[in-house]
């Protein structure tokens, strides 16, 4: 068993590493998966490939610096709402075209 295949985060945990670090505005998915392939990504000590899973927890380099990642509060909790988006209904959230979003069928939100 490969040293690499002992780091990969399971399918149903974490965000993809190129998710991650796109989404803290490092750069673009793939111009971070060049990065990787290039080996100027780092996770906790080994070089990242395509792939490997981020739950927050661990230390990421980029061209040896460090980058914050987000942390996430699972503890916090929140509602989840199902919604069935009729057809011609968008989901931006203002249409410059004026047509019917989705946010003006919903219900508002408490206020708290």
Same mark, same amino acid.
């Given at each position: 068993?490969?040293?690499?295949?002992?780091?990969?985060?399971?399918?149903?945990?974490?965000?993809?590493?190129?998710?991650?670090?796109?989404?803290?505005?490092?750069?673009?998915?793939?111009?971070? *998966? &060049? @990065? %990787?392939?290039?080996?100027? +990504?780092?996770? =906790? #000590?080994? !070089?990242?490939?395509?792939? *490997? &899973? @981020? %739950?927050?927890?661990?230390? +990421?380099?980029? =061209? #040896?610096? !460090?980058?914050?990642?987000?942390?996430?509060?699972?503890?916090?909790?929140?509602?989840?709402?199902?919604?069935?988006?009729?057809?011609?209904?968008?989901?931006?959230?203002?249409?410059?075209?004026?047509?019917?979003?989705?946010?003006?069928?919903?219900?508002?939100?408490?206020?708290?």
């Amino acid at each position: 068993m490969s040293s690499r295949s002992t780091n990969q985060r399971p399918e149903s945990k974490g965000e993809r590493v190129q998710k991650v670090l796109a989404n803290a505005g490092l750069a673009s998915r793939r111009e971070i *998966d &060049r @990065l %990787i392939q290039a080996g100027r +990504v780092v996770i =906790d #000590g080994r !070089p990242a490939i395509p792939g *490997d &899973r @981020l %739950i927050g927890q661990e230390k +990421v380099l980029v =061209d #040896g610096k !460090p980058v914050r990642l987000p942390t996430y509060d699972s503890s916090a909790g929140g509602d989840v709402l199902a919604y069935h988006k009729p057809v011609g209904e968008i989901t931006a959230r203002r249409d410059p075209e004026g047509r019917k979003t989705v946010f003006e069928s919903l219900p508002k939100a408490p206020q708290g």
